[in-house]
């Protein structure tokens, strides 16, 4: 292992939801810096300006600060509890693994060490990233056909960048903001006569894209 250069370790949750309510997964992933120690590295540089950031293709200032150090030749290894934190699509999993390739850069995250010039590290780290964004796509198709539902069922409102459920009969209404861009409702999905309204009367909410890892 090159420990003449520095260790990353890079940590992200995607949503302000899981910052406020899964701390553990952050504590994990700040671990990994002591794990970074006992394998021989005096000192990690942790990146966690992804924090609330999805990795599904948005702008994350701190995986493109990633890259530029490992193109400049200055990390030896780059650490993560698993592929979704660092790469969510293919685009940007496959740039990481290429980069880190090319400067002989080490990938590690819970399961094991890997060496991305060596042919079979390489096919094993594709098909993690490969599973990590199947599992996105998963994710979003139970989110979409759960607000189809709920339109079907004239329980979804739009407001704005909220999507509002409420349960008829019941007078209680629940709002998530979304906490992204990619989160927003995409308005050209919805219908004239639903934006109006400021509610889904014919199920075109269905393109809304919200509650996404």
């Excluded at 309510?21 to 700040?30: D, K, M």
């Excluded at 060490?113 to 590290?121: A, S, V």
């Excluded at 199947?134 to 339109?151: D, G, P, T, W």
Aim: include cysteine; hydrophobic fraction near 35%; proline fraction near 2%.
């Amino acid at each position: 292992m090159n420990i003449s250069r520095g260790a990353y370790v890079y940590v992200r949750q995607s949503t302000a939801d899981q910052l406020v309510n899964n701390p553990e997964s952050r504590r994990r992933q700040y671990g990994l810096a002591e794990r970074a120690r006992s394998l021989g590295w005096k000192d990690a540089i942790v990146i966690d300006e992804d924090l609330g950031r999805s990795g599904s293709g948005i702008s994350r200032p701190g995986f493109e600060k990633l890259l530029a150090a490992i193109c400049e030749g200055r990390v030896g290894a780059v650490l993560a509890i698993e592929a979704s934190r660092l790469a969510r699509n293919g685009r940007d999993w496959h740039t990481l693994i290429e980069f880190c390739g090319l400067v002989g850069t080490l990938i590690i995250d819970e399961d094991g060490i890997y060496e991305p010039r060596h042919p079979n590290d390489r096919l094993l780290l594709g098909m993690k990233g490969t599973m990590s964004e199947l599992e996105l796509s998963i994710l979003r198709a139970r989110s979409i056909e759960a607000l189809k539902q709920k339109a079907r069922r004239g329980e979804l409102f739009l407001t704005g960048r909220s999507v509002t459920s409420s349960r008829a009969g019941t007078g209680s209404r629940k709002t998530r903001t979304c906490g992204s861009a990619r989160r927003s409702i995409l308005y050209s999905g919805v219908s004239t006569n639903c934006r109006a309204s400021g509610r889904c009367i014919c199920g075109c909410a269905a393109r809304a894209l919200c509650s996404l890892p």
